[in-house]
């Protein structure tokens, strides 16, 4: 990836129970058909900056983040061992950014900019 550059997706996840920045959390982005495109690991301050390719055909693809185990590693249970966000790539498009809210019962997503 070029110097200063941002990859075409990004996310980012705040732990809401803790009122803090997920950190150490897994993030996978893949096709539709269950191919990955990349892995990636969450900052000190919850992001992942640089997810897979520079640039993704517009199609249907997915980030799964790992959940449970960042829950299970903080000694607190959870209903989501996964949460996985759907998304649709447009054409034209430089990038998008996948923020999950998220707390042990419950999580929040929308398209970042």
Known sequence: MRAGAMSFISAHILDALAGTPASGVAV????????VLGDAVTDADGRVSDLGPDQLEAGDYRVQFATG??????GQDTFYPFVVVNFIVAPD???YHVPLLLSPYSYTTYRGS
């Open 28 to 35: 996978r982005l893949e096709t539709q058909g269950g191919e």
């Open 69 to 74: 185990e960042y829950f299970a590693g903080k």
């Open 93 to 95: 498009q430089a990038h």
